[in-house]
């Protein structure tokens, strides 16, 4: 079980749309976190707007320690420790959103705000599939043992 | 420099939302996916909360004709739907269902140094280069 958090999450992901504005305002760009790491990524197409890709993606990396200073507690996480499990999660989250062009970030928050039908579609699509894929591994596998 | 310093600006408010949603703990993304069990409808609320602000947001900045350090907005134009979109993001649902991972609460969660992420954040890199290579 997981807390019910309605407020910091609406409070958290407030944030992320304003981040999502500022990136717009200022580059001009949606916030799409696997279109921008992939641009980070080689082979490199062009090597204009590398630099301020890999400082928003530092930006993100280092925002653990900003939320320990303000807060003084620490950030409270569960992550498998399985090594088949992550690695196979990494390759199919890193080739499905290079594939599908667009992750939670870029399809499910900025795309839909533009109500784009791509990403309507495609947050539509990753939705049924994670929770399909949640059922069969807890409730169809795990459930049989 | 400001185009540099304002893109790690909002990388940290990214950050700092991921966290306070609690979208960057795998378990409660897993419980959000998990309709038939312990269900935890929160991330409906950051989605929620993002695109209330991302709506109005994108409405006021689009006004301008020009982004503050660039010469035109980059905004997707495709409009057709695609056998790579739909299948794309039918193999991402199958990873983040896996893993309860998407490729922002990975970044969030390196400096936290858990087992986990230290086998998924560079197979996450793997997956990406893949698809531009192919």
């Not at chain 1, 001009?28 to 062009?46: D, F, H, N, Q, Y």
């Not at chain 2, 609460?105 to 230290?118: A, D, K, N």
């Not at chain 2, 086998?119 to 698809?131: A, W």
């Amino acid at each position: 079980m997981t807390e019910f958090t309605p407020f910091a999450s609406f409070i958290g992901g407030a944030l992320i749309g304003l981040s999502a504005v500022l990136l717009m305002l200022f580059q001009g760009s949606i916030a799409g976190v696997s279109g921008i790491l992939g641009r980070l990524l080689p082979p490199w197409a062009e090597a204009r707007g590398l630099d301020w890709r890999a400082a928003f993606i530092f930006g993100i990396i280092i925002s653990p320690i900003l939320v320990k200073l303000i807060t003084g507690q620490n950030i409270e996480q569960v992550v498998s420790d399985s090594k088949i499990v992550m690695i196979s999660a990494g390759l199919l989250v890193g080739y499905g959103t290079g594939l599908g062009s667009g992750c939670t970030s870029g399809h499910g928050v900025c795309g839909i705000s533009r109500l784009s039908m791509r990403s309507i579609l495609a947050t539509l699509t990753f939705m049924i599939s994670g929770f399909l894929t949640v059922y069969i591994i807890r409730h169809l596998i795990e459930g049989a043992f | 420099m400001g185009k540099i310093i304002s893109a790690f600006i909002a990388g940290l408010i990214f950050g700092l939302g991921l966290i306070i949603s609690g979208m960057s703990n795998p378990a409660k993304v897993l419980n959000f996916l998990d309709l038939a069990g312990t269900f935890d409808p929160s991330l409906l609320f950051v989605m929620g909360g993002a695109i209330l602000v991302v709506f109005t947001g994108y409405k006021l900045v689009l006004k301008r004709n020009t982004p503050i350090f660039d010469n035109a907005f980059h905004i997707p134009t495709r409009k057709d739907i695609d056998k790579n979109l739909i299948i794309g993001s039918a193999i991402f649902g199958l990873g983040w269902g896996i893993g309860g991972f998407c490729p922002g609460p990975s970044l969030t969660s390196i400096l936290l140094g858990s087992e986990g992420i230290i086998y998924f954040f560079p197979s996450l890199i793997v997956g990406l280069i893949i698809t531009k290579l192919i």
